[in-house]
């Protein structure tokens, strides 16, 4: 006889399917994958949150909207370090982005940090 009658019976681990659909990007299984327009692949929900990201720090040319914070996210290597970047630059003082001291004060108080952050560097 079962320690738990069936109504209360642990679930069953459900072993992944080996026939899951790959993503495009990085190759790795998904149940999920989207179609990414301007990048002509299926991506996954990772890979998918890091093209938007990317597509948000772009202007409607495709150009960069701040060469600093460009750089800064093409070097990250995941979704949340990409949320990292955006974090950090939004409360630096950039001359490309024209924030203002302002803007950095506020951010700093928003955030709780003593000094800004900015693209792997620290902004006093």
């Known amino acids: 006889?079962?320690?738990?009658?069936?109504?209360?019976?642990?679930?069953?681990?459900?072993?992944?399917?080996?026939?899951l659909p790959e993503c495009r990007n990085c190759g790795k299984p998904s149940e999920t994958?989207?179609?990414?327009?301007?990048w002509d692949f299926n991506g996954c929900p990772e890979?998918?949150?890091q093209c938007r990201?990317?597509?948000a720090a772009e202007d409607a040319n495709g150009e960069p909207r701040c060469p600093v914070q460009y750089g800064a996210l093409v070097r990250a290597n995941s979704a949340a370090e990409l949320l990292d970047v955006l974090k950090a630059h939004r409360g630096a003082e950039c001359?490309?982005?024209?924030s203002t001291r302002d803007t950095v004060l506020s951010e700093r108080l928003v955030l709780a940090l003593p000094a800004a952050v900015c693209c792997d560097r620290a902004v006093a």
Do not use: N
Not at 1 to 19: C, I, L, N, Q, Y
Not at 33 to 38: E, H, N, V
Not at 95 to 98: G, I, M, P, R, S
């Open 1 to 19: 006889m079962d320690r738990f009658p069936e109504p209360f019976a642990a679930p069953k681990r459900r072993e992944p399917a080996a026939d």
């Open 33 to 38: 994958l989207t179609w990414l327009p301007g």
């Open 47 to 49: 890979c998918a949150a």
């Open 53 to 55: 990201i990317m597509e």
């Open 95 to 98: 001359v490309h982005c024209a």
